[in-house]
């Protein structure tokens, strides 16, 4: 028999977790850089081994003991750590991994993936409530072949080469409804639930659009809201969270989580419609 109680409570556990997106990372790739380059890892504790998709807990331990960072990237979802001398530690957040930045002394989290201390004495903790993140280790002359689907993914969204042209030429090559072909990394990679409703917003493109039913003008106004929204919600994050690195700052997206409540163009409401493991938030006066 369903409970109703349960299914409510599970799905409000859903919504209020922040699930890392492309301008979450971007921005927390620019602090890493401006805070954490060079730093050298001092010592090397693995949490949970079941995040560690490759090498084993020891090999990973031993291998970056001692190492510097030498620079943090990102592609798509992916937070990248390149080390020196050459291994490359590659972070899918998943559902609820974070990033800390605090004293060794402090105790340690049940849900730690792993932790760094560095040479400025705090430490790195990347930690996951859900334990559903997946990390991965590259050794010297590993390829990313290695990393189920990473080569498969499509051009990062904020890539300078993603043109007009080269979104429309891409897309056309993906036939579902248009939400889902925004989320599919294999199209462009960086964006999830949240970034898809708030860019199908403000394009004025309903989500559940069938791709092929999109003109090309309708594409010219997706990719560039793509763009904007994604360069926005980087600046908007940046001058909220200084050099902390919050991945939770969301209040200003205009639709996604705002089911029920005024449309922030038109001051209807707000709809919530679930589609597959998903929710949809979108106007309905405001999207065509
Ligand atoms: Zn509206």
């Keep these: 028999m369903r409970n109703p109680h349960k299914n ?3 799905r409000k556990i859903r919504e209020l977790t ?4 492309l301008p979450d990372l971007e921005v927390a790739k620019n602090i890493l850089n401006r805070t954490l380059s060079g730093q050298t890892i001092e010592e090397v504790e693995v949490g949970s081994p079941i995040l560690l998709r490759r090498p084993t807990a ?3 331990e031993s291998t970056l003991n001692g190492l510097s960072i030498r620079e943090y990237m990102r592609y798509g979802k ?7 001398p050459a291994a490359d530690l590659y972070i899918n957040f998943m559902l609820a991994g974070r990033l800390r930045l605090q004293s060794p002394a402090d105790p340690k989290q049940k849900k730690m993936g792993f932790r760094f201390k560095l040479e400025n004495g705090l430490d790195l903790r990347y930690l996951d409530a859900r334990n559903m993140g997946k990390i991965y280790l590259l050794l010297k002359d590993e390829s990313t072949a290695l990393i189920p689907n990473y080569n498969e993914q499509g051009p990062d969204a904020l890539d300078p080469q993603l043109t007009p042209d080269v979104f429309r030429q891409r897309i056309k090559g993906f036939n579902a409804v248009i939400k889902h072909v925004l989320v599919n990394q294999r199209f462009i990679a960086g964006l999830g639930n949240a970034y898809a409703d708030e860019i199908l917003f403000s394009a004025h493109i309903m989500p559940f659009r069938k791709r092929s039913s999109l003109t090309d003008a309708e594409i010219e106004v997706l990719f560039n809201a793509t763009k904007s929204v994604l360069q926005n919600a ?3 994050i940046s001058a909220r969270i200084g050099d902390t690195l919050q991945f939770e700052v969301r209040d200003f997206l ?5 089911g029920g409540e005024p449309c922030p163009n038109c001051g209807s409401s707000i709809s919530s419609v679930k589609s597959g493991l998903r929710i949809a ?3 309905r006066k405001c999207q065509f």
């Design 8 to 10: 409510k409570s599970t």
């Design 234 to 236: 980087i600046a908007t």
């Design 281 to 283: 938030n979108f106007c």
């Design 58 to 60: 020891e090999i990973f």
């Design 78 to 84: 992916f937070l990248i750590f390149h080390f020196e």
């Design 254 to 258: 205009q639709v996604h989580g705002k």
């Design 18 to 21: 922040v699930v890392p997106e």
